[in-house]
């Protein structure tokens, strides 16, 4: 079965993502800007959550209204820069169960490096959805989800802001069963596994590092 890739292709999106882009933005606008496309991503990435009637009391009347069904889904933050999409879905999904995993990329050997693990309870029962605004080589999603396979979740979808195809396909390979939610895929990634033509580096641009 092949991954399935979303590319959220709304107009809304796109034009932030451009502003985001240009090497002029601030921290302060690259976050704000990625803060509002995080809720639209969230709209499209929990498009199909199941539903539930239950009853409720209107000041006219009752009536059976739908809400979310199942266990509370759970929101993982690969450290750092997933924790700039993080805010905004959980602004959405204020009830969400989240996860952090910290990892990142040697620049040497481009491998994934863990440093931090922490999970709510009960992985296997909750929609899981990883957050990370930067697809390149895939090393970091693929550990990401790998972690989160062996700690019992089965029901998982990645959700980035900037994709490579050569990460799509790396990821492709190791976690077919994982759909990806992106808001672009870029053209290809560069000799230092940066994605063309890209934003740089996610992590520094939030947090005004370098
Ligand atoms: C960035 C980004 C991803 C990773 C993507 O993190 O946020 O996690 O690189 O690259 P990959 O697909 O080739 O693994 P980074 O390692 O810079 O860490 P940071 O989030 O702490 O800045
Ligand atoms: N990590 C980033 O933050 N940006 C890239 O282009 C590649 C990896």
Redesign the pocket.
């Known amino acids: 079965m092949p991954t399935s890739v979303t590319v959220v292709e709304h107009p809304l999106i796109q034009h932030k993502l451009t502003l985001m882009r240009r090497t002029e933005a601030s921290s302060s606008t690259f976050r704000a800007l990625l803060k509002e496309i995080s809720h639209l991503l969230a709209y499209e990435v929990t498009r199909d959550l199941p539903l539930k009637d239950v009853e409720i009391e209107t000041p006219l009347t009752k009536m059976m209204a739908p809400m979310l069904d199942g266990k509370k889904l759970c929101l993982v933050s690969?450290?750092?820069?997933?924790n700039g999409l993080l805010e905004g879905i959980l602004e959405l999904i204020p009830s969400a169960r989240v996860g952090h995993i910290?990892?990142?990329?040697d620049p040497e050997t481009?491998e994934?490096v863990e440093y931090y693990y922490k999970m709510p309870s009960e992985l296997d029962q909750r929609l899981v959805i990883a957050v990370?605004?930067?697809?390149?080589?895939?090393?970091?999603?693929?550990?990401?989800i790998s972690r989160l396979k062996e700690g019992g979740a089965r029901n998982i979808r990645f959700l980035c802001l900037l994709a490579?195809p050569e990460?799509i396909e790396a990821f492709h390979r190791a976690h077919p069963d994982v759909p990806i939610y992106t808001a672009a895929v870029d053209e290809c990634?560069n000799d230092h596994?940066y994605i063309v033509p890209g934003l740089g580096?996610?992590?520094?641009r939030?947090?005004g590092?370098r």
């Open positions: 690969i450290l750092r820069a997933g910290g990892l990142y990329r481009l994934a990370d605004p930067m697809l390149a080589t895939a090393n970091s999603s693929v550990a990401a490579a990460g990634l596994s580096d996610a992590g520094d939030i947090y590092t």
